[in-house]
Nanobody, 123 residues
Framework: QVQLEESGGGLVQTGGSLRLSCEVS????????MGWFRQAPGKVREFVAT????????TYADSVKGRFTISRDNAKNTVYLQTNNLNPADTAVYSC????????????????WGQGTQVTVSS
């Protein structure tokens, strides 16, 4: 059974940080990419970051570049999103996803999704 489980969300003040985790089971990740996406109420799903599992190379949305860092732990089958200098515009449900294509930004390129973890940034 394929399972992606996010954790680490919460409520922080503007300028704060959170470390989000996505633990993956039931998938061989060596040939896949992992992505982070976010969706705020009433808005479309937005690309955040991707990582190619085998080599650890990364791609970021312009809106988070320099503030967020995506990484992975091979032994734990876990991908992380370190979010720094958060602002209210970052408030959203953050979801992780797995797909076959390198550095894909479109949600349609990903095959498996977690249920998401809520990040709320107060002003």
């Amino acid at each position: 059974q394929v399972q992606l489980e996010e954790s680490g969300g919460g409520l922080v003040q503007t300028g704060g940080s959170l470390r989000l985790s996505c633990e993956v089971s039931g998938l061989t990740l060596s040939s896949l990419s992992m992505g982070w996406f976010r969706q705020a109420p009433g808005k479309v799903r937005e690309f955040v970051a991707t990582i190619r599992w085998s080599v650890g190379s990364t791609t970021y949305a312009d809106s988070v570049k320099g503030r967020f860092t995506i990484s992975r732990d091979n032994a734990k089958n876990t991908v992380y999103l370190q979010t720094n200098n958060l602002n209210p515009a970052d408030t959203a449900v953050y979801s992780c996803a797995a797909g076959r294509y390198s550095y894909a930004r479109a949600p349609s390129a990903y095959d498996h999704w977690g249920q998401g973890t809520q990040v709320t940034v107060s002003s």
